[in-house]
């Protein structure tokens, strides 16, 4: 990265950047009032983007509730899914779809690789396909961390049963002997001690009665939003759009973020950015159309609403509560910087 450093405008001051442990330096300029300049907040960019995902849920289940019978297929809550499965609505309603089986269900892999493709073939980070831990490198695999820590408490285990089946439990659901299999073939105990619902899958039950959270939304807006998150300000920067991000400096401070060395970068940007950022968009567009399909076959209004919620927690506080809070972004950083 070069060491240029950027000339301040002239009625700015520049300063050491977030901190030392950042290597970069931001340019300081009195944000303006708009409520998209609160550091904890996102941008206007950001704001019009992550509006995308309710906007989608919403107009997914719209569609269902909205159309005539497709089919005569029927949504069963029991089996999360149209019955019988032969004559559901759509191919993306029936469960085998290859996009569900291969990428939503392994969607953590496809995030994670796409993440590392970018990070380690875009010159934001370093040298392009070189494995040096540059420090942009280590903080965004710092925000993967954490990100794959909730990923894993929400979606697989957290000391226990995870938290969407913790949750499912606690709104009064539990492992439920299915009525086709009232003949006595069935292990009741195994049954009756399930507390998840692939445990509760294995011993031949139903996980019936209590608000499932949607496993699919939460997976698809935390995977998406970290990818776009990550890649948003290097693409602003390489088309010469203003970064709008603010920060709250160690002396309380709001300062606009910007990097040392830009112009450097740009130029370098211009000629290497090619297939990392590609493969991140086609992730996080076929993303988004899954989380369409999502939205109009699968779950009901409040288990997508708990899934969009749970995951929007969760990207705020890896990529908006380190812009307002010093200490946290010494840890995860941002991305870009
Ligand atoms: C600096 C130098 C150092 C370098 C140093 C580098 C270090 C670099 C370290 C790399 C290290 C790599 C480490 C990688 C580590 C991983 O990434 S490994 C992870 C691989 N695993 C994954 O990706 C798994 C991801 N999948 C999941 O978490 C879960 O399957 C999901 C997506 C949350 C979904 O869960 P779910 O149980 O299906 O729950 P839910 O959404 O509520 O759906 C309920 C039902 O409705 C169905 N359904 C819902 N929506 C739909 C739909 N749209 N279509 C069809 N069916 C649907 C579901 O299929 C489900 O049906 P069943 O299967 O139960 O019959």
Known sequence: MSARRKQPPRNAKTVSATETTIKSTMDIQTPNDSIFAHPLLPTQTEAILLSLYPATLILGSLFTTLSPPLSNSTYSPTHQSYQPAAFAPSYFAQKRNIFNVYFVK????????????????HPAHGRPLSLAPT??????????????????????????????DRSFVLSGGACALRAADKRGDIEISKIKSASSAVQCKIAGGTWSGGIDISGHVFLLVLASALLWLEVLPVVLRARGLREDRTVRDDDGTVIHAVPEGQAEREKAEVEVSGWGVKFVVGVVALMWWMLLMTAAFFHTWSEKLMGLIVAFTGVWAIYFLPRGVPAVRQILGMPGL
């Open 135 to 164: 420090a942009q490198r280590l903080r965004a695999l710092a925000r993967w961390t954490a990100a794959t820590g909730l990923w894993y408490l929400t979606t697989q285990w957290c000391f226990g049963p995870a938290l969407i």
């Open 106 to 121: 392994l969607g953590w892999l496809w995030t994670t690789f796409a993440l590392l493709v970018f990070l380690f073939t």
